[in-house]
C-alpha cells in the first residue's frame, strides 16, 4: 500500500468518526427542548440566578400543580399525587403523570417530553433536571402559601392573575372571620389524622386548612396544639389514643389516610367519650385532598369549613 494510499485510508476513517460524533451530538441535542430561540429571563431562585423562557409553555413540576392551574396553565407532567387530589378533577386533563416507578423512568419520561421549564420541590433533583432543561427550585417550607402562589404566577407570566385569586379569596375568607370566631365564642378548635394504628394532630404549618382556621380567623387549637403547632414552629405529632383528651378540641376535623381503618380510634371510648364527638361538632374531610395546600385546595377548604360550622350559628 502507497502512502497515498494509506492517508486516503485514514482521512475517510476520521471523516466517518467525525459524522458518528456529529450524530451522537445531534441525538443528544434531541433530548432536550431547544431554547435557544426563546425570549429568555433571569429570576431568581433558591439555587440562584436561573435562566428561564419569557412565556414557558411546556412546562414539568414534580409537586406544584394547583398554583399553575389556578392562573389557567396546564402543565404537560405533573406529580401522580398532586393529580389524585379530588379538588384538582375536571381541571387535569391532558396532563400526564410523572413516571415515579424510578428515578431513571421519570427522568426518561421527561427528557422525551421536551419541557422548556422544569419547576421542583426535590433538591435532590435539580442537577438531573437542569440537563434537561431550565429548572426552578422551590424550597418546601421557606415561603407562606400565597407567598409560593405568588412566586409561581411569576415563573409563568401569571402575576395579575394570581393577584386577581389572592385577592378574591382574602376577602371571602376575612367577610366571615367575625361570624366564625362568634359561633365558635372561644371554644378550641382541632385537626386530627388517624393513620394505621398512629394518631396525628397538626397545627397551621402543615396544610390540612390550618393557615385559615388559625391564622386568617385567630381560632385557637387546644394548649398542647397552640403552643407547639401554631405559636410554634413544630409541623405535626402522634399521639397516643390516651393523650386525645389533651389534643382534641371543642370542634374537631379528621381525616382518615386511604386504606386506613379508623375503627381503633372511631369506636374506641376515649373517642367517643369527648365532648366534640358527642355533640356532633366533628368534621371527617377527604385526607387525599387536605393534603394540599395550593389555592385551590385552600379555597375549597374554606367552603367547607364556612358550612361546617355555620351549622352551629345558635349553639
Keep these: 500500500m502507497t502512502q497515498i494510499q494509506r492517508q486516503n485510508g485514514w482521512l475517510m476513517r476520521l471523516a466517518a468518526?467525525?459524522?458518528?460524533l456529529m450524530l451522537a451530538f445531534t441525538l443528544v441535542g434531541c433530548q432536550s427542548n431547544d431554547t435557544s430561540s426563546m425570549q429568555m429571563r433571569t429570576v431568581e431562585t433558591d439555587k440562584g440566578e436561573v435562566e428561564i423562557p419569557v412565556n414557558p409553555t411546556k412546562i414539568v413540576s414534580d409537586y406544584y400543580l394547583g398554583e399553575f392551574l389556578a392562573v389557567d396553565v396546564k402543565p404537560i407532567i405533573a406529580s401522580p399525587y398532586a393529580l389524585n387530589n379530588p379538588y384538582l378533577q375536571g381541571m387535569i386533563e391532558g396532563i400526564e403523570p410523572m413516571n415515579i416507578t424510578s428515578a431513571e423512568t421519570s427522568l426518561e419520561q421527561i427528557t422525551a417530553a421536551k419541557p422548556d421549564l422544569i419547576v421542583t420541590i426535590t433538591e435532590a433533583d435539580y442537577d438531573k433536571y437542569s440537563k434537561i432543561a431550565p429548572t426552578v427550585y422551590i424550597q418546601d417550607g421557606k415561603r407562606s402559601d400565597e407567598e409560593t402562589f405568588r412566586y409561581i404566577a411569576d415563573l409563568v407570566g401569571k402575576s395579575e392573575a394570581a393577584e386577581e385569586y389572592i385577592n378574591a379569596f382574602n376577602e371571602k375568607v376575612n367577610s366571615k372571620k367575625d361570624e366564625i370566631q362568634s359561633i365558635v365564642n372561644g371554644r378550641t378548635v382541632s385537626i386530627l389524622e388517624m393513620w394505621p394504628q398512629?394518631?396525628?394532630?397538626?397545627?397551621?404549618?402543615?396544610?390540612?386548612?390550618?393557615?385559615?382556621l388559625y391564622n386568617m380567623w385567630g381560632l385557637k387549637a387546644p394548649e398542647a396544639i397552640q403552643t407547639t403547632m401554631v405559636d410554634g414552629d413544630e409541623t405535626y405529632k402522634t399521639i397516643s389514643l390516651e393523650a386525645l383528651p389533651e389534643y382534641a378540641g371543642d370542634f374537631i376535623l379528621y381525616g382518615?389516610?386511604?386504606?386506613?381503618?379508623?375503627?381503633?380510634?372511631?369506636?374506641s371510648n376515649m373517642w367517643n367519650a369527648l365532648p366534640a364527638v358527642?355533640?356532633?361538632?366533628?368534621?371527617?374531610?377527604?385526607?387525599v385532598a387536605f393534603m394540599h395546600r395550593d389555592p385551590i385546595t385552600l379555597n375549597k377548604q374554606a367552603d367547607l369549613f364556612i358550612e361546617f360550622f355555620e351549622k352551629f350559628k345558635e349553639n
Design 198 to 212: 398512629e394518631i396525628y394532630t397538626m397545627g397551621s404549618h402543615f396544610a390540612r386548612g390550618g393557615t385559615i
Design 17 to 20: 468518526l467525525l459524522m458518528a
Design 278 to 287: 358527642q355533640e356532633g361538632r366533628t368534621l371527617p374531610y377527604e385526607q
Design 256 to 267: 382518615v389516610l386511604d386504606g386506613t381503618d379508623p375503627a381503633f380510634v372511631t369506636s
